[in-house]
Nanobody, 124 residues
Framework: QVQLVESGGGLVRPGGSLRLSCAASGGTFSSKAMGWFRQAPGKEREFVAAINWRGDNTAYEDSVKGRFTISRDNAKNTVYLQMNSLKPEDTAVYYC?????????????????WGQGTQVTVSS
């Protein structure tokens, strides 16, 4: 069974940066497209960013475009989310997820494996 473990969340002031990591075990990480989602209290889980299996194709939700960067290191079975210029509205639990496929996915039901989440809080 594929397992995903997120890390790197925490408390940061507006305008600050965080780098989230997601370590994968089991399955074949290098052949899977990956994504990041987030969920704030009282809100639905929403798409944040995605990256294809090779790491040369990415997609972002409009509100994070230009501020967040998704990347992957297949040799380390790890996907990253670099978050810059953080805003209070970025506060949420962030989840990484893996598809059983090579291409990008944008919906929750396109992803088969999920991590436990890591809390990101942006506050002054």
């Amino acid at each position: 069974q594929v397992q995903l473990v997120e890390s790197g969340g925490g408390l940061v002031r507006p305008g600050g940066s965080l780098r989230l990591s997601c370590a994968a075990s089991g399955g074949t990480f290098s052949s899977k497209a990956m994504g990041w989602f987030r969920q704030a209290p009282g809100k639905e889980r929403e798409f944040v960013a995605a990256i294809n299996w090779r790491g040369d194709n990415t997609a972002y939700e409009d509100s994070v475009k230009g501020r967040f960067t998704i990347s992957r290191d297949n040799a380390k079975n790890t996907v990253y989310l670099q978050m810059n210029s953080l805003k209070p509205e970025d506060t949420a639990v962030y989840y990484c997820a893996a598809r059983a496929g090579y291409g990008l996915g944008f919906r929750n039901d396109e992803y088969h494996y999920w991590g436990q989440g890591t809390q990101v809080t942006v506050s002054s």
